[in-house]
């Protein structure tokens, strides 16, 4: 029988309030260079700052380390005003230089431009005529100029890094930064601490410290927080129907379930190559038909994944961008949409050349029956009970289905070496990054290298496509071609996102008092595009006689005192292969 909740203990022995945050994923950075994961990026929005926020009420661009920023009249050059309030953690003051340095740096090292070199791809030149003043030449127009999410650096500190594609900035502390929080330690697959930054230029946040402690069993993380041992979790990345039924109505437990910012996909292998036109991995030979790919997305019945999987926590899938984000969201006309008809994918299957023998099972050009590897996460409950769905849907196909959990689906992915795989990103409220990665431009230099691609996907139209999406600032023109875009992937069939996840996550209102949404109304908590959850959160009162009227209000938006500042331009985490895991 478990003992009665206990309050969550939001002070250290020192006094101190610390906020302790659950979080599923472990960190594979935190060179900013180089993270990929969603709880690495969201680190790093708390340590740098970016030129560009995002408003926590609508996604707008609003102001960052810039306060405002102006193009040309043909818009190839782009003047940026930095604030001279913003001091790094070490006491120095943050200017433009370092932004040019950040930029140049990703520009003319590959290493630097693991993670974020899409950003810069399309930069002629980026100077610092004075410590307030940035300015980007561009080689072409660019759309994406108010949404460049790259964490901006210390110049001082990091120009004495000699390998970046090695270099994981995890031997000092305190890192320093000029975001809300400062990274004080930190113990691989174990927890990250930071420490408020009572100089940030908004604000100090109001808990003193900041813990993310790694749980690998989410429902150990689910009963740490009802012993009151973490305030928050987030879940895998969210949490399971069954997780968040238990804790609904538990005393001083808060479960938040708001629309998603993430996808779930499958994705196929469609032959791994790289730039340079080697090829290798040993994906199936059968995927690489397009036929195949449809027949087997028409053999996925959406609904009942919802319905029994998600357990109604999630929206049926269609198109790449999820619906929160309404101007870019597409969804495939009627006789264009692949709906569940399996006698039709049979079909597709026969005339594609893969027949069933004797025994009913389709076999291959090699004359071997058909059986798909399928790269699942270990730690995601969802994607073991969609994968046994799988393995009955296309059984009756004839194609066989063996899942591939494991605790780290980084390497077999970077290798080629899987049939098909489990795919989630966090799109941000401007789409440029999720669809770059699908560019032939972020596949592999070679096949030692890693590039910025999600899936080996490289097609000419879809190129094209981005191209031109990328360079309109019409708002309207551009949202039509990024629909574009969607509908090419989808009629490719490298992508089969199967349900948009809500974003489940649960609290103890006897810690945290109030935390900011994103956005404002039915938003998310932990993984925003921004700052605006653990900067805003407010400890709970210690008082103990208050404790349980204090719990029942619960209040949820952005403190008071925030001025959030306007700016020009358009909107946008998620990150690489980690947001497979969440990949953002």
């Not at 943050?94 to 090292?109: G, P, V």
């Not at 949490?239 to 609904?248: F, H, I, K, N, V």
């Not at 036929?291 to 009942?304: E, G, H, N, P, S």
């Not at 994968?387 to 290798?415: F, H, M, R, S």
């Amino acid at each position: 029988m478990n003992p009665a909740p206990q309050r969550a203990q939001a002070a250290a022995d020192d006094g101190k309030d610390v906020l302790t945050v659950a979080v599923a994923q472990s960190v594979d950075s935190l060179s900013p260079f180089l993270a990929t994961r969603l709880v690495s990026t969201s680190i790093h929005r708390l340590m740098y700052e970016y030129l560009t926020n995002y408003d926590p009420k609508d996604n707008r661009a609003i102001p960052g380390l810039a306060t405002k920023w102006e193009p040309s009249a043909d818009k190839l050059t782009w003047t940026y005003t930095i604030r001279d309030n913003s001091k790094w953690s070490d006491g120095k003051q943050a200017t433009a230089e370092d932004a040019a340095w950040t930029f140049n740096k990703m520009m003319t090292d590959d290493g630097a431009a693991t993670a974020n070199g899409s950003f810069v791809a399309n930069f002629r030149e980026v100077t610092a005529p004075s410590p307030t003043k940035l300015v980007i030449e561009l080689k072409k127009p660019q759309a994406t100029m108010a949404a460049l999410d790259v964490p901006i650096v210390p110049k001082h500190v990091w120009e004495h890094v000699g390998d970046f594609s090695k270099f994981n900035n995890d031997k000092t502390y305190p890192i320093v930064g000029n975001g809300p929080f400062v990274v004080t330690d930190y113990a691989p697959d174990s927890f990250v601490r930071l420490k408020a930054n009572t100089s940030f230029w908004r604000g100090a946040p109001k808990f003193d410290e900041l813990v993310l402690r790694y749980y690998k069993d989410q429902d150990a993380a689910v009963a740490a927080l009802r012993k009151g041992e973490v305030s928050f979790v987030a879940g895998a990345p969210a949490l399971t129907p069954a997780q968040a039924a238990s804790l609904e109505g538990e005393e001083n437990i808060k479960v938040n379930d708001a629309p998603g910012r993430r996808f779930y996909a499958l994705a196929t292998n469609p032959g791994a190559r790289a730039k340079n036109g080697e090829k290798f991995g040993d994906g199936h030979e059968s995927l690489l038909d397009q036929q195949v790919r449809q027949a087997l997305f028409m053999a996925v019945d959406r609904k009942t994944i919802i319905d029994k999987v998600f357990q109604g926590y999630a929206v049926e899938g269609e198109g790449y961008i999820p619906p929160r984000f309404s101007t870019y969201h597409w969804e495939p006309a009627d006789g264009q949409k692949l709906s569940y008809a399996p006698d039709k994918a049979n079909q597709l299957l026969d005339e594609a050349g893969y027949k069933k023998n004797a025994d009913g099972k389709r076999v291959g050009k090699d004359g071997k029956p058909i059986n798909y590897r399928i790269l699942c996460h270990a730690t995601d409950p969802q994607d073991k009970a969609v994968g046994k769905y799988l393995q009955e849907w296309w059984g009756e196909l004839g194609i066989g289905v063996t899942l591939n959990c494991l605790d780290n689906v980084t390497d077999p992915w970077l290798a080629g070496e899987y049939d098909l795989a489990f795919d989630g990103w966090s799109v941000n409220p401007d789409p440029d990054f999720v669809l770059s990665i699908h560019t032939c431009a972020a596949l592999p230099a070679t096949p030692k290298d890693t590039g910025a691609t999600d899936n080996f996907i490289c097609d000419k139209r879809y190129d094209e496509l981005y191209g031109k999406q990328l360079a309109e600032y019409d708002a309207a023109k551009r949202a039509d071609l990024v629909k574009q875009l969607q509908s090419r992937l989808y009629d490719t069939g490298y992508m089969n996102v199967m349900a948009y996840p809500n974003a489940v996550e649960a609290y103890r209102t006897d810690q945290i008092e109030s935390i900011t949404t994103m956005p404002r109304q039915a938003g998310n908590i932990y993984g925003q595009d921004g700052y605006w959850s653990w900067w805003s959160a407010t400890p709970a009162a210690v008082d103990e006689a208050s404790e349980e009227s204090s719990s029942a209000g619960v209040i949820i938006g952005i403190v008071a005192g925030v001025v959030v500042l306007a700016g020009v331009g358009s909107f946008f985490g998620m990150r690489r292969r980690a947001s497979a895991e969440d990949r953002e």
